[in-house]
């Protein structure tokens, strides 16, 4: 069966990830959902033992390589539909565009590795992107997030060994 849309890719690439069989007895929640928007799809993967959004573009690329095998017509259809399909972010965690939610999130995320109580120092930037949105300064962003991170955690502005990244 041909894939249609870029949902059903992404659903199909999730589904070859290889460790997939393990992680559904432990708990998976994987969404994809179309936003409504041309070539934009939505994915949210909360998955222990293995990082998917490392794995997603491996699966994809090999999805395309058994088409070429199969079928040129098949592989050429899909190129057709899928030819919009610029670039793939990973998102480690998405909330609404307000400062509360912004600050809940991070404040959730900073407590994990690498930033957690337990992790070793480490170097880190914010990088914060605001489009459409008068409401949030890029400065404050910026500023709250990283005062959040705690301990002997240093900002270096020059390849930092983590970077914090918040799109609005």
């Known amino acids: 069966r041909a894939v249609q849309s870029s949902v059903e ?3 199909l690439a999730l589904s070859k990830i290889p460790g997939k069989e393990e992680t559904d007895k432990e708990g998976e929640d994987t969404w994809v959902c179309d936003p409504g928007c041309n070539g934009v799809v939505c994915v949210t993967i909360e998955r222990k033992g293995i990082d998917p959004a490392v794995q997603l573009l491996p699966a994809l690329w090999e999805h395309v ?3 070429g095998q ?3 017509a098949e592989l050429k259809k899909f190129i057709n539909v899928h030819k919009f399909i ?3 972010i990973p998102l480690q965690a998405m909330c609404r565009a ?3 939610d912004i ?3 991070v404040s959730r995320l900073v407590s994990l590795p690498p930033f957690g109580e337990s992790s070793p120092p ?3 930037s914010v990088a914060c992107e605001v489009r459409s ?3 949030l300064n890029k400065k404050t962003i910026i500023d709250k997030v990283a005062g959040m991170v705690k301990g002997n955690h240093k900002v270096q502005l020059y390849m930092p060994e983590t970077l914090i990244v918040i799109q609005v």
Do not use: G, H, N
Request: overall charge positive; proline content about 0%; hydrophobic content about 30%.
């Open 9 to 11: 890719l992404i659903k």
């Open 65 to 67: 390589r058994e088409l």
């Open 70 to 72: 199969r079928s040129k």
């Open 86 to 88: 610029y670039r793939f």
């Open 98 to 100: 307000t400062m509360d």
């Open 103 to 105: 600050e809940a999130t």
């Open 122 to 124: 480490t170097t880190f």
């Open 133 to 135: 949105c008068s409401s």
